[in-house]
């Protein structure tokens, strides 16, 4: 840990990075650590989707911090051996952020940093939603929204008929589970006592046409998860202690799955996508590009100086 901490000191800002990927299952990770990783997968999502001009980057920069504690503090995963048997499995079920999962893979090398500026192009194998055919360290190809939870659901119950011991997260949008198959995922979850589960709902509050609570309110969403049997956490989804102590509850509770409802903001880190639903599926332009990277090199300098 202290060779893992004087790396991220010396390097800062500019090899960082190494040094989060030599990070193993069971040693742990500083906040410092996390966040300045989640620093990194915020640049590479403003970088996917302006290289790409589309995609979604307000969903994928207010999921980026529990994305980077899954791969790199809570899942047991290699990039070497993406397929493993005994891997934990991750579905992002809102798979139009797709940009937040490859940017997490490229940080815990999975696949190269530099591909992600071909996401979305003619011949990449980084498509608009994932596709575990093609991209190393997806498990499950998503899009249509409220079907990865079902895939999920699935997958934890084949680990229960194997008796295996991995575990399956699933990572929802509060939007997404305005969706009626979330709920049917959710009521075969809870009956089948799925203790194995875990599903963070990315409660950022807007969709594409604007609040959840004025298009189709799904409050109170945790009191809806308890209703289905699961045992409810409510964190906020920035805060790197909240999420590791929500998880170890999560990985504690026997006899149900377990919903993580995430407070974030939409489009976290660039000053003028924070709280703006417009930029749900928009791209920066080369200007808004340059002003986002900004915010996110000054954020990375702050860290480096704690």
């Known amino acids: 840990m202290q060779q893992m901490r ?15 990927r030599r990070h193993r299952k069971g040693k742990k990770m500083e906040n410092l650590e996390l966040e300045k990783i989640a620093n990194e997968v915020r640049k590479g999502i403003v970088t996917a989707v302006h290289s790409a001009k589309s995609g979604h980057p307000g969903g994928s920069l207010s999921a980026a911090d529990i994305l980077t504690y899954l791969y790199f503090e809570e899942m047991n995963v290699d990039p070497k051996n993406p397929k493993m048997a005994d891997r934990d499995r991750f579905v992002l079920s809102k798979g139009h952020v797709a ?15 530099e591909d992600l500026k071909t996401l979305r192009h003619t011949g990449s194998y980084l498509q608009g939603h994932p596709d575990m055919k093609h991209t190393p360290g997806i498990d499950m190809s998503s899009g249509s929204l409220g079907q990865g939870f079902s895939a999920a659901a699935g997958m934890a119950m084949a680990a229960k008929l194997d008796n295996k011991d991995y575990r399956v997260y699933a990572l929802a949008g509060d939007g997404e589970i305005q969706e009626g198959q979330i709920w ?15 599903l963070v709902v990315d409660n950022n509050g807007l969709q594409i046409d604007g609040n959840i609570a004025d298009v189709c309110s799904p409050y109170p969403i945790d009191k809806k998860f308890e209703a289905f049997n699961f045992h409810v956490i409510n964190i906020d989804g920035h805060n790197f202690d909240e999420i590791r102590a929500a998880f170890k509850e999560a990985k504690e509770t026997k006899g149900m799955p377990t919903a993580i409802i995430a407070k974030t903001i939409k489009g976290k880190g660039v000053s003028f996508m924070e709280n703006e639903a417009s930029w749900h599926g928009s791209a920066p332009n080369d200007e808004q590009y340059a002003v986002a990277m900004a915010d996110l090199e000054k954020a990375g300098e702050a860290l480096c100086q704690k």
């Open 184 to 198: 049917e995922a959710a009521m075969w979850a809870g009956f089948r006592k799925l203790d194995n589960l875990v």
């Open 6 to 20: 004087d790396l991220m000191r010396v390097r800062c800002p500019a090899e960082y990075k190494a040094a989060g």
């Open 99 to 113: 940009p937040a999962l490859y940017s997490v893979l490229a940080q815990k090398g999975f696949i190269p940093a």
